[in-house]
């Protein structure tokens, strides 16, 4: 049983925007917070922006200002709007749910990972 698929990703230029999309299923998108990652060649999985308890959203802070998290819950779906995309943003991007922090860090330890969608900046 898929319970998250990512879609969105491609091959943009520096300064150019994507949107990714990770489409839940209802016990998913219910009951748990929501995340997107990424993880780039050699380096460590990274939180990029979550939601968390109480409206509260989590940005990593070389995205703020640029990307944007967003959810549509008549379609149980997670939006990751990129904006002025830089090629240090260039990494294999992960939708998760999990618990929420309640602390304004988002999720917690994911329970749930997507199959990861590829977000390619060139220079």
């Known amino acids: 049983q898929v319970r998250l698929v990512e879609s969105g990703g491609g091959s943009v230029q520096s300064g150019g925007s994507l949107r990714l999309s990770c489409a839940a299923d209802?016990?998913?998108?219910?009951?748990?917070?929501m995340a997107w990652f990424r993880q780039a060649p050699g380096k460590e999985r990274e939180k990029v922006a979550s939601?968390?308890?109480?409206?509260?959203?989590f940005y990593l802070d070389s995205v703020k200002g640029r990307f944007t998290i967003s959810q549509d819950d008549d379609k149980r779906t997670l939006y990751l709007l990129m904006n002025n995309l830089k090629p240090e943003d260039t990494a294999m991007y992960y939708c998760?749910?999990?618990?929420?922090?309640?602390?304004?860090?988002?999720?917690?330890?994911?329970?749930?990972w997507g199959q990861g969608t590829q977000v390619t900046v060139t220079s």
């Open positions: 998760a749910a999990g618990a929420c922090g309640g602390d304004g860090d988002g999720v917690v330890a994911a329970e749930t």
């Open positions: 209802e016990y998913t998108y219910t009951y748990h917070c």
């Open positions: 939601t968390d308890s109480d409206l509260r959203i």
